[in-house]
């Protein structure tokens, strides 16, 4: 069973940096991309960046240029710097990768940005 545990979130003041990492464990044989998601409250899920097995990135636009999403491919992990955080990024932060061909997703990390 493959599993993938989010790590980092937390309360963090406007302006401020946060780094989100995801670890993935299980019977792996591939992982194609990685990326990370977020739903804010009474908001629908959405694409935060993707990073593929190369290293190509693809962020959406309310976070270019604040956000840095990496991998880690020999331990199996996606990082994702948040800087310049703003309250609008308060959301639950899901991980997500194509493992051996399937989607898998983890349970999420919850991140607070307030005074």
């Known amino acids: 069973q493959v599993q993938l545990v989010e790590s980092g979130g937390g309360l963090v003041q406007p302006g401020g940096s946060l780094r989100l990492s995801c670890a993935a464990s299980?019977?792996?044989?591939?992982?194609?991309?990685m990326g990370w998601y977020r739903q804010a409250p009474g908001k629908q899920r959405e694409l935060v960046a993707t990073?593929?097995?190369?290293?190509?990135?693809n962020y959406a636009d309310p976070v270019l240029g604040r956000f840095t999403i990496s991998r880690d491919n020999a331990k199996k992990t996606v990082y994702l710097q948040m800087n310049s955080l703003k309250p609008e990024d308060t959301a639950v932060y899901y991980c997500?990768?194509?493992?051996?061909?399937?989607?898998?997703w983890g349970k999420g990390t919850l991140v607070t940005v307030s005074p």
């Open positions: 299980g019977i792996i044989f591939s992982i194609n991309y």
């Open positions: 990073i593929t097995f190369s290293g190509s990135t």
């Open positions: 997500n990768a194509d493992v051996n061909t399937r989607v898998y």
